[in-house]
């Protein structure tokens, strides 16, 4: 969802730009820990919280063990220096890299790639007990890493234990294929990765200063997915008390056509394998045997199916379907979020919608149909993996849920750019307020998104999401977070409302809304959209929105054929 931003370093940033693994930690005996597997000394950040880099949760998944459960890692006896993040799990490179100084179209990382980050206040001692807060990160599933994610600002001012955890990515982290099927395994191999990482933590993370009882997950995008889907799986039941999906969407895919492909976007596993061994029906020997970089290196121009309905980790049910059913008389509290204008990272750099003003600054082309395809796409997101989402958990008798927008739009100008018009609240863009970093999110790009004249804003802001995430870590309820002249945050009722609203003061500050969408007015608003008119635009959004979100809507497929139809 990120990679198109990527584009922008060839315009705005300039060259020269190389990519510098982040520095290792400096020893410090004082976070000596003896886990169960061994003993481990970590380092501190720059601020004093404690930080363990690159910890092993699970045996690395190689060779025979390749598409396979994980396994427990080995133990050790000699103190485990614990200073640099782990490799990468197999990904290709993207154009968000490039903000890095990375080339994009690059396989990079390794298998042996199960290990987590874990920061903790600087007072943190065996007795502390500190509520735990477990981040899955996203990435569309096929991309990101423990690097990119800094949890020190937010242990040390929310006085919680934060973990970045790892988990297999692409193909190898969801993949089912005959043969495979045929051995028993199941086809969600990255959520039984997460739910080892959670069973690590619940039974070490007391020696790090945290509560095994308090752990709460919060992750985006792919990674609020994934959590999504942890919601359907008893095998995680008792494992987390509390779950932020941050733009997630409750969607899944029968194995079936995981295996067979869509014919577009998403490759089947039958002709993946086909691709990267020659024979569609390979045995699962024949799969193991094959480089990673083959198989991450098939998929360059589809994706993989990921959260598939495997029978055995997720039930042969839509995902939303499975939640509601497994969270039924559980109490489990859940925010669900998303951002104002999250389809403009998908159209910001999109040639079909932008122009380079000098060849240098991207602009819209047309003002009118940018901001009303991104406000049917960002809609439609947001009916589907918050506003009706949250409607139907609310009348299945499960735990509380709250909802959220993300607002903040002030990045001002880039040269020529607009960018609070080309990126506003778009995708992504709430992860270093919700983190507490400005100066890592995206490279060099950074000191201008993120600039002087909108940092008294949205360090307020960040300090008020960082103390509402804290709060529902601490007692399972965000209420106000600690400051209290915040609004209370109130669970939705059946109907869907209310929900909170962040943005800073000039943006009208954090408030309750009563918004919920529907589909059938916000298909009618489509239908009605005068920018939407000429050039077949009503067409082909509503075709992007069958794509994206059709899986289980056959309206939005009858939606599309007639837009096509009267165009």
């Known amino acids: 969802m990120l990679a198109s931003i990527g584009l922008l370093c060839l315009s705005a940033c300039g060259g020269g ?77 993207n154009g968000l890299d490039g903000l890095f100084g990375l080339e994009s179209g690059e396989i990079r990382g390794d298998e042996d790639c199960l290990y987590l980050d874990i920061y903790a206040p600087s007072g943190a001692t065996i007795e502390s007990e500190l509520p735990v807060m477990v981040w899955v990160h996203g990435g569309s599933n096929v991309w990101g890493r423990a690097e990119q994610y800094d949890g020190s600002r937010l242990a040390e001012q929310e006085d919680v234990i934060v973990i970045v955890i790892q988990y297999r990515l692409g193909p190898l982290g969801w993949f089912s294929h005959p043969s495979l099927r045929a051995e028993g395994q199941p086809a969600n191999f990255a959520l039984l990765d997460i739910i080892a990482a959670l069973g690590w933590v619940n039974e070490n993370i007391a020696a790090f200063g945290g509560d095994p009882d308090k752990v709460s997950l919060f ?20 494992l987390y008390r509390a779950a932020i999906a941050q733009s997630g969407l409750p969607l899944s895919l029968p194995r079936e056509a995981s295996e067979e492909g869509d014919g577009a976007r998403i490759l089947g596993a039958i002709s993946a394998a086909e691709a990267f061994t020659g024979r569609s029906d390979a045995s699962p020997d024949q799969l193991r045997s094959v480089p990673f970089g083959q198989i991450v290196g098939a998929y360059a121009d589809r994706q993989p199916a990921t959260v598939i309905q495997d029978g055995l980790t997720l039930p042969d049910l839509p995902l939303d379907e499975a939640i509601a059913a497994h969270q039924a008389g559980h109490d489990i509290p859940i925010i669900l979020g998303s951002n104002r204008d999250e389809a403009k990272y998908l159209l910001a750099f999109d040639t079909s919608f932008t122009k380079l003003a000098f060849g240098i600054f991207p602009q819209s082309k047309d003002k009118d149909h940018y901001n009303s395809v991104d406000n049917a796409m960002s809609s439609m997101w947001r009916l589907v993996g918050v506003d009706r989402f949250a409607r139907t958990l609310a009348a299945s008798n499960t735990g509380p849920v709250y909802t959220y927008r993300f607002d903040w739009d002030e990045q001002g100008k880039v040269g020529l750019s607009d960018m609070s018009d080309l990126i506003g609240a778009a995708h992504s863009l709430e992860i270093p307020f919700v983190f507490g970093r400005f100066n890592s999110f995206m490279g060099r790009l950074d000191e201008r998104m993120f600039n002087k004249s909108n940092q008294p804003g949205r360090t307020v802001l960040s300090d008020a999401m960082m103390s509402y995430w804290g709060a529902i870590a601490r007692s399972g309820a965000p209420d106000k977070g600690e400051e209290i002249q915040r609004p209370v945050w109130q669970p939705v009722d059946e109907g869907g409302s209310p929900t909170l609203i962040f943005d800073t003061e000039d943006g009208g500050g954090i408030r309750l809304a009563e918004e919920p969408l529907v589909l059938e007015s916000l298909l009618r608003q489509i239908e009605m959209d005068e920018a939407l008119t000429q050039d077949n635009r009503r067409c082909r959004v509503a075709q992007q929105i069958e794509q994206f979100f059709g899986r289980d809507e056959p309206v939005l497929a009858s939606f599309a054929q007639q837009a096509c139809m009267t165009e």
């Open 219 to 238: 992750g985006e995008s792919a990674g609020a997915h994934n959590i999504l889907a942890l919601l359907a799986m008893p095998e995680a039941d008792g």
């Open 17 to 93: 730009y190389t990519y510098v693994p982040p520095a290792p930690l400096l020893a410090d005996e004082g976070t000596f820990v003896e886990t169960e597997l061994g003993p481990v000394i970590g380092g501190r950040e720059e601020n004093g919280a404690k930080a363990w880099l690159g910890l092993p949760y699970a045996a690395p998944p190689i060779g025979k063990r390749r598409w396979r459960a994980p396994m427990r890692a080995m133990a050790w006896t000699t103190p485990r220096h614990t200073l640099n993040h782990p490799a990468w799990c197999p990904q290709m490179t």
